[in-house]
T-cell receptor, first 116, second 116 residues
Framework: EAGVAQSPRYKIIEKRQSVAFWCNPI?????LYWYQQILGQGPKLLIQ????????DSQLPKDRFSAERLKGVDSTLKIQPAKLEDSAVYLC??????????????FGPGTRLTVL | AQKITQTQPGMFVQEKEAVTLDCTYD???????LFWYKQPSSGEMIFLIY??????QNATEGRYSLNFQKARKSANLVISASQLGDSAMYFC?????????????FGTGTRLTIIP
């Protein structure tokens, strides 16, 4: 079974530029998550989708970050415009979400963003 | 809401020895799940083990076991017979057991280094 796919793996941009990350979850997984992991910290949830609906985006900086999951499968996270403090690893995860409790989240390899 | 505390920023352990990674949590939820993830230098978060707050027996997965002490609010990870490949960051995480809500809160992690 293929795991969670993410691209690109690395991205370097200058501040005020735009950037987009792509994620393809494990086949059949209804729930998709985007996390931000700043160096030296644990991952922080940015947004959670169930199918193509948003469940939680309370920690997403909506003035510059946006995310979509149009067909309930793959997802795109965008930052526009980027700031220096956005330098981090962006992790995508998915879970089966059978509704029987906390399902295990499976993570992709992440995208390491450097903002100069 | 949950708060996860991992007090060991780094640990050095001799190969083949057992190691215990500490994790304490604070939650207002009645039912919750506890997770441990491993993050090697490649960046991907690898699921290791899960414990539900309702489980009376400690979870085990191969060389991993979770020492769950509910009264102390601790969920320590025990790795038996450590191997060089165990060198990585380890994150403890917790989430509420609500239908369709799998939001996880992560600790700051412990960097484990196995010495040959």
């Amino acid at each position: 079974e293929a795991g969670v796919a993410q691209s690109p793996r690395y991205k370097i941009i200058e501040k005020r530029q735009s950037v987009a990350f792509w994620c393809n979850p494990i086949s059949g997984h209804a729930t998709l998550y985007w996390y931000q992991q700043i160096l030296g910290q644990g991952p922080k949830l940015l947004i959670q989708f169930q199918n193509n609906g948003v469940v939680d985006d309370s920690q997403l900086p909506k003035d510059r970050f946006s995310a979509e999951r149009l067909k309930g499968v793959d997802s795109t996270l965008k930052i526009q415009p980027a700031k220096l403090e956005d330098s981090a690893v962006y992790l995508c995860a998915s879970s089966l979400d059978r509704g029987t409790g906390t399902d295990t989240q499976y993570f992709g390899p992440g995208t390491r963003l450097t903002v100069l | 809401a949950q708060k996860i505390t991992q007090t060991q920023p780094g640990m050095f352990v001799q190969e083949k020895e057992a190691v215990t990674l500490d994790c304490t949590y604070d939650t207002s939820d009645q039912s919750y799940g506890l997770f441990w993830y491993k993050q090697p230098s490649s960046g991907e978060m690898i699921f290791l083990i899960y414990q539900g707050s309702y489980d009376e027996q400690n979870a085990t997965e191969g060389r991993y076991s979770l020492n769950f002490q509910k009264a102390r609010k601790s969920a320590n990870l025990v790795i038996s017979a450590s191997q060089l490949g165990d060198s990585a960051m380890y994150f403890c995480a917790a989430g509420p057991l609500h239908f369709g809500n799998e939001k996880l809160t992560f600790g700051t992690g412990t960097r484990l280094t196995i010495i040959p």
